[in-house]
């Protein structure tokens, strides 16, 4: 028999990441988007049980993959200013 290589199976992979996080971005709730999530999930448990990769590698996967269809994770936001430098109405009153 023959066996994908892994750069395929990481292919692979990918599309399943994908369309879970698609559906994610669409607002998909329920089974759908739980088979999808749970799909990705058992390929990723299926490949590091084979020693086909390493966790650290599938989450590099994850990262890129989900920042392509989302967008980064985080986003730089300006600097809070402390309370005692805001305006009396912009506080709690105690």
């Given at each position: 028999?023959?066996?994908?290589?892994?750069?395929?199976?990481?292919?692979?992979?990918?599309?399943?990441?994908?369309?879970?996080?698609?559906?994610?971005?669409?607002?998909?709730?329920?089974?759908r988007?739980?088979?999808?999530?749970?799909?990705?999930?058992?390929?990723?448990?299926?490949?590091?049980?084979?020693?086909?990769?390493?966790?650290?590698?599938?989450?590099?996967?994850?990262?890129?993959?989900?920042?392509?269809?989302?967008?980064?994770?985080?986003?730089?936001?300006?600097?809070?200013?402390?309370?005692s430098?805001?305006?009396?109405?912009?506080?709690?009153a105690?």
């Open positions: 028999m023959i066996q994908p290589s892994k750069n395929v199976m990481i292919q692979t992979l990918r599309g399943l990441l994908g369309e879970a996080f698609d559906l994610h971005q669409k607002g998909a709730i329920g089974t988007l739980g088979r999808s999530y749970g799909m990705a999930d058992g390929y990723m448990r299926a490949l590091i049980d084979l020693g086909l990769a390493t966790q650290k590698e599938l989450g590099v996967v994850v990262v890129e993959e989900r920042t392509r269809r989302l967008g980064p994770a985080t986003q730089t936001l300006s600097p809070e200013k402390p309370a430098e805001l305006p009396a109405s912009d506080t709690l105690a």
